[in-house]
Nanobody, 116 residues
Framework: QVQIVESGGGLVQPGGSLRLSCTVSGVTTTYYSMGWYRQAPGKQRELVASVGSGNTRNYNDAVKDRFTISRDNNQATVILQMNNLKPEDTAVYYC??????????WGQGTQVTVSS
């Protein structure tokens, strides 16, 4: 059974940093991509950043100069380093895993709040 565990959310002041971690288990192939999405109240869920099995990276334009996504060596963990956080970054952040391009799994979401 595929499981996704997220950690690292919380409350941070504007300009601060957070480090989100997502670990997937139960995936029996190395051919999967992982990423982070977010959803703010009243808004659609949007891509924050993703990284493919070949370590290609994709970023939302709103975060590309501030956030960095990476994977560990065994590919099972994706890290989202978020720097210079802004109030508009406040949202529930969801880890996403796409296996072999067709099977889509989601974490339960972790709250990120940027406020003074």
């Amino acid at each position: 059974q595929v499981q996704i565990v997220e950690s690292g959310g919380g409350l941070v002041q504007p300009g601060g940093s957070l480090r989100l971690s997502c670990t997937v288990s139960g995936v029996t192939t190395t051919y999967y991509s992982m990423g982070w999405y977010r959803q703010a109240p009243g808004k659609q869920r949007e891509l924050v950043a993703s990284v493919g099995s070949g370590n290609t990276r994709n970023y939302n334009d709103a975060v590309k100069d501030r956030f960095t996504i990476s994977r560990d060596n065994n590919q099972a963990t994706v890290i989202l380093q978020m720097n210079n956080l802004k109030p508009e970054d406040t949202a529930v952040y969801y880890c996403n895993c796409i296996v072999r391009g067709v099977y889509n799994y989601w974490g339960q979401g972790t709250q990120v709040t940027v406020s003074s």
